[in-house]
């Protein structure tokens, strides 16, 4: 399983008002990463992580907020 580190925002960042994301960055979020070699789609989930939970545990457990399929471009 080979992970992927964010672009932007940046790898770790919490993503909520103090958490190092501005107002418009919460309005408006832009996430970019470079592609794996031979990938041809992504799947981006959000989720909120609820209480002790680790991020893995909120992705397998919890209700996204968004989720989409998406094709790589290269």
Not at 20 to 30: F, K, L, W
Request: net charge negative.
């Amino acid at each position: 399983d080979m992970g992927i580190t964010l672009i932007s925002p940046e790898d770790g960042t919490e993503f909520r008002m103090g958490g190092g994301v501005d107002e418009e960055q919460m309005r408006n979020p832009i996430f970019s990463w470079t592609s794996l070699p031979k990938a041809e789609m992504y799947t981006l989930k959000i989720v909120e992580i609820l209480g002790n939970q680790s991020p893995e545990e909120a992705m397998k457990n919890n209700q996204p907020f968004f989720e989409k399929d998406i094709k790589t471009t290269i």
